[in-house]
């Protein structure tokens, strides 16, 4: 029934898709992690309001602002343009042999042969999933009632204290769920880093597919992991959400 399907591609090229698999988890893995962390504070950032005061104005511009600024662009571009900007002018602006703000010398050359696209791929997947995790962290601490955050202060707390310990524990549960779907929408995004030639596993089933002029069996071999991949992630959700609603 199955003829038609040759293992032996996957077999031949079993190395690569499991170097494919590695590298997706990686970054996938990264840019959740770092993503979730700035995500914090741009959320933290778009909700700063300071009324009346000395704090007013500059709140406003160098925080508030800006943090809506980042959101908005990274929302309203394309991923994909995204990482292209990010190869090609960013990270060589940041990591050059010469010319490099951030590192420079041979320890630039290093990065730059053995890790540019990695860099690159990891740094575009953070930077854009922090902007949709933002918007997550800021409707989950909007939606707690005023009066937690009238109790908290009532009680002579500090903002990162009334943060910490009574609004972001609560908006967490809310945030569950779709901090779940940014996690699986970024583990299939991660498949656009191809377009700059790290190795994941949209390049090993297109490099395979090129190999044997035959896509059936490399593209639905990756898609069958992805598909395990992210079963796997929607049950660790579901584990959590449940683990909320019993504390």
Request: aromatic share 14%.
């Amino acid at each position: 029934m199955f003829s038609w399907f040759r293992t032996d591609i996957i077999v031949e090229y079993w190395p690569l898709f499991m170097q494919g698999l590695v590298s997706t988890l990686e970054l996938t893995l990264i840019g959740v992690t770092g993503g979730t962390i700035l995500g914090l504070l741009l959320g933290l950032g778009k909700i700063a309001f300071v009324e009346h005061g000395f704090w007013k104005w500059p709140v406003r511009c160098l925080i508030r602002w800006p943090s809506q600024l980042y959101v908005t662009f990274f929302r309203g571009t394309p991923l994909f343009v995204q990482i292209l900007l990010i190869h090609f002018a960013l990270v060589p602006l940041l990591i050059h042999p010469d010319q490099g703000i951030l590192i420079r010398g041979d320890l630039a050359i290093f990065l730059k042969q053995e890790y540019g696209a990695f860099i690159s791929g990891a740094l575009a997947l953070t930077l854009n999933s922090a902007a949709y995790i933002a918007e997550i962290f800021r409707a989950g601490i909007q939606s707690i009632d005023n009066g937690q955050f009238e109790a908290a202060r009532s009680l002579g707390l500090s903002y990162y204290h009334m943060m910490k310990t009574i609004i972001i524990p609560q908006a967490v549960r809310r945030m569950l769920p779709p901090l779940g779907n940014e996690a699986i929408t970024l583990l299939k995004d991660s498949s656009l880093v191809s377009a700059i030639g790290l190795a994941e596993l949209a390049y090993a089933a297109r490099t395979a597919a090129g190999a044997y002029a035959r896509y059936w069996e490399p593209y639905l071999f990756i898609s069958f992991l992805y598909l395990v991949i992210t079963m796997i992630l929607s049950y660790g959700v579901s584990v959590l959400e449940r683990k909320y609603k019993t504390i």
